[in-house]
């Protein structure tokens, strides 16, 4: 699965947008690009995926460059229950192998007042 | 959120000694994984399971062993526990492997040291 490289922390004023940018630029056609969060001492929250399209649902939007080099998990209206830390992962589909999921260090976004 | 139950939550025990920590679903999911998250690490697949009775090893498997006698439970067993494996451990479980982008979900894992 290609590398994903993600800035370490970032802070958002709690109402604004967080934006939280992601790089892959060495993914494959058949990777799949996922979000999750894990609040301190919970296990990981799927967020969202997409492979080229835009996506959004009820938590999250999430943008993908047309070159899939790089990516953008939108969370607009953020709040206080959105700190935590966010893991960008590239992940192959059709391997044949375990579907391990192959979380990086992630960025910490600090919401604030 | 996806219904998955991990017990104990907690769990102290010394060098030498069997653990067996569960993960029970309620989703009819097929497929299961264990993980285990140190710090510097990230998390780390131990076995996973594609059906009952249908287990294989991930990256970190030696000292593990698992076993899935029903769709909604996978067990996984400490033999004789060492202080390496202090950690935290996940459950997850997905509806399909590794042909479909379904994600995984995970439980709110167990705390595990050993003394």
């Known amino acids: 699965d290609a590398k994903t490289t993600q800035p370490t922390s970032m802070d958002c004023a709690e109402g604004r947008a967080a934006n939280l940018p992601c790089n892959h630029s060495?993914?494959?056609?058949?990777?799949?690009v996922y979000w999750y969060r894990q609040i301190h001492s919970q296990g990981p929250q799927y967020i969202i995926h997409?492979?080229?399209n835009n996506e959004t649902n009820e938590m999250a939007s999430l943008i993908i460059t047309e070159d899939r080099k790089s990516s953008t998990l939108i969370l607009p209206h953020a709040t206080l229950r959105d700190t935590a830390v966010y893991y960008c992962?590239?992940?192959?589909?059709?391997?044949?192998?375990?579907?391990?999921?192959?979380f990086g260090t992630g960025t910490r976004l600090q919401v604030t007042l | 959120d996806a219904g998955i139950t991990q017990s104990p939550r907690h769990k102290v025990t010394e060098t030498g000694t069997p653990v067996t920590l569960r993960c029970h679903q309620t989703?009819?999911?097929?497929?299961m994984y264990w993980y285990r998250q140190d710090p510097g690490h990230g998390l780390r697949l131990i076995h996973y399971?594609?059906?009952?009775?249908?287990?294989d090893k991930g990256e970190v498997s030696d000292g593990y062993s698992v076993s899935r006698s029903k769709t909604e439970d996978f067990l996984l067993t400490l033999e004789s526990a060492t202080s390496s494996q202090t950690s935290v451990y996940f459950c997850?479980?997905?509806?399909?492997?590794?042909?479909?982008?379904?994600?995984?979900?995970f439980g709110d894992g167990t705390r595990l040291s050993i003394l």
């Open positions: 997850a479980i997905s509806e399909y492997g590794t042909s479909s982008n379904q994600p995984q979900h």
């Open positions: 060495t993914i494959s056609g058949n990777e799949y």
């Open positions: 997409g492979l080229k």
């Open positions: 992962i590239a992940k192959r589909i059709n391997t044949g192998t375990a579907s391990k999921l192959t």
């Open positions: 989703e009819n999911h097929r497929y």
């Open positions: 399971s594609y059906g009952v009775k249908d287990t």
